[in-house]
């Protein structure tokens, strides 16, 4: 099923505007979840995130209604979450972080974290995407599969958090 959330664009300077409705839409999300000390850091990751001048947010909206987002922002050259897992870094190493992407569950199977996905790395300057998901939903990593991603490693950012599947993406090419 396709749903027709309206999708809006914010930047850097716009998250102060935006952060609780971010933090709303991930209590939503994680609800089950929300007593593991790593969902809890949450605010923490929007500031790192948000702090970076070439971040990027994508909010769908129902009506006046936030029902799920992506944000990222331009990797910092040399830590790339993929360059441990290359031999051969490609030519154009310049990557995008798809950091978060999340729909509130009543929005799920809509349709609406591909539209999210799209619009965030739509006309990204960056020549690579890369994100991170827990192999422990392998439903989730066939679906960036289909998006154009491969896996390439492994990766646990903190102590505390999963050792996630580290996926990349070419953007400058098309999705099969």
């Known amino acids: 099923m396709q749903y027709g ?5 914010f930047g850097h300077a716009d998250l102060p505007a935006i952060r609780q409705t971010l933090l709303d839409v991930h209590a939503d999300a994680y609800a089950d979840e929300m007593d593991d000390e790593f969902n809890q850091r949450f605010p923490w ?6 702090s970076n001048p070439g971040y990027a947010c ?13 944000y990222g922002a331009p990797a910092a050259p040399g830590r790339e979450w993929w360059s441990e897992h290359l031999t051969e870094p490609p030519a ?13 569950p009543r929005w799920r199977k809509t349709g609406t974290a591909e539209r999210l996905h799209a619009a965030l790395i739509a006309d990204r300057p960056e020549a690579l995407a890369v994100l991170l998901v827990d192999p422990d939903h392998p439903k989730v990593q066939a679906l960036y599969e289909t ?10 950012p903190f102590p505390d958090s999963p050792n996630y599947a580290v996926m990349l993406r070419h953007l400058t090419q098309p999705v099969p």
């Open 92 to 104: 154009d190493d310049s990557t995008f972080s798809v950091s978060e992407l999340m729909v509130r």
């Open 147 to 156: 998006w154009g991603y491969a896996l390439v490693g492994q990766r646990q």
């Open 5 to 9: 959330a309206e999708l809006r664009r």
């Open 58 to 70: 994508v909010i769908a909206y129902d009506d006046a209604e936030p029902v799920g987002f992506a």
């Open 45 to 50: 990751f929007i500031d790192h995130w948000g």
